[in-house]
């Protein structure tokens, strides 16, 4: 398997809605987003799926080698080795990729986050940057559209948390801000037991409404100049957003089962970013 393909199968089997934009793209940008993907997801799953800290810790120090060894010229890993090519003509550096994997170590490092500040640092890491690479390899050429990515990112990601934080929380994590959980009178072990509660959802609609303001202030930050190249930033936000929509329409049940949108769902709303330029 060459490194082109390894990435592709890479970003298709995560399922991800991010595969659905990345479709309507010139083949070029595709192949840049993909192997940028592949390299968030895997050193993401280092922290979901390896079960010893310590062994986390470890993998994770050898990506940072392997980014510095990649940017010095000599990649190993076949992620590496199919992002290379691309950093250059997209303005991928290596701080961003450092501070992706800085996000992951702070998965490891903690599993509360005491306010939203705390919560904001780790979300503009794991999804802020991400957002920033994204926009260079989708085409940004205002300087204004890296703020609009950044709080897009934030959306996402808050969107992200929503969604998880039933299987967070068999992971013993819980990114809702322990003020806020204390604001809303939910206790810890409540989330961690997955109980719902008219207090749970009333902490939950709380933080929905934070994530469409993060939303609103996204879209008004993006500059007309690069609302076409940005398209497929704006079908991640369509798609997410309708998301946040199913779990305030579910009333929140999101601590015992996952809230997720079809294949073909996903595709529509993807289509129509495409077809009308607009969510």
């Known amino acids: 398997m060459n490194p082109e393909q390894y990435v592709q199968d890479k970003a298709a089997a995560s399922g991800s809605s991010f595969y659905y934009?990345?479709?309507?793209?010139?083949?070029?940008?595709?192949?840049?987003?993909?192997?940028?993907?592949a390299f968030c997801r895997e050193?993401?799953?280092?922290?979901?799926?390896?079960?010893?800290?310590?062994?986390?810790?470890?993998?994770?120090a050898w990506w940072r080698t392997e980014v510095a060894q990649s940017f010095a010229g000599t990649p190993r890993h076949p992620v590496m080795l199919a992002l290379m090519p691309h950093a250059?003509?997209?303005?991928?550096e290596a701080r961003q990729l450092l501070e992706v994997i800085d996000g992951c170590q702070m998965d490891l490092d903690q599993t509360r986050y005491l306010d939203f500040p705390g919560?904001?640092?780790?979300?503009?890491?794991?999804?802020?940057?991400?957002?920033e690479v994204a926009a260079r390899i989708f085409g940004q050429?205002?300087?204004?559209?890296?703020?609009?990515?950044h709080?897009?990112?934030?959306a996402l990601q808050l969107t992200n948390i929503?969604?998880?934080?039933?299987?967070?929380?068999?992971?013993?994590?819980?990114?809702?801000?322990?003020?806020?959980?204390q604001q809303?009178?939910?206790?810890?072990?409540?989330?961690?037991?997955?109980?719902?509660?008219?207090?749970?959802?009333?902490?939950?609609?709380?933080?929905?409404?934070?994530?469409?303001?993060?939303?609103?202030?996204?879209?008004?930050?993006?500059?007309?100049?690069?609302?076409?190249?940005q398209k497929p930033g704006l079908m991640m936000a369509s798609i997410y957003r309708t998301l946040l929509r199913e779990i305030e329409r579910d009333d929140f049940q999101v601590l015992n089962q996952r809230v997720s949108l079809t294949p073909v769902r996903k595709f529509w709303l993807a289509w129509k970013v495409q077809a009308l330029g607009r969510i």
Do not use: W
Request: charged share 25%.
């Open 141 to 149: 050429t205002d300087p204004q559209t890296t703020a609009y990515a």
């Open 162 to 181: 929503l969604r998880d934080v039933g299987e967070d929380a068999l992971r013993g994590r819980i990114y809702l801000p322990v003020n806020e959980l």
């Open 88 to 92: 250059a003509a997209y303005g991928i």
């Open 119 to 131: 919560l904001a640092r780790y979300c503009h890491l794991v999804a802020g940057v991400v957002g």
């Open 21 to 37: 934009a990345f479709l309507f793209l010139p083949k070029p940008r595709r192949a840049a987003i993909t192997a940028f993907y």
């Open 184 to 229: 809303f009178d939910v206790k810890a072990h409540e989330i961690l037991n997955r109980v719902h509660s008219d207090r749970f959802v009333a902490l939950m609609k709380f933080q929905a409404e934070r994530a469409h303001g993060a939303y609103d202030e996204a879209l008004a930050l993006l500059p007309v100049a690069d609302r076409r190249t």
């Open 43 to 60: 050193v993401d799953d280092v922290v979901d799926e390896v079960s010893d800290p310590g062994v986390a810790a470890t993998k994770l």
């Open 151 to 154: 709080k897009l990112g934030l």
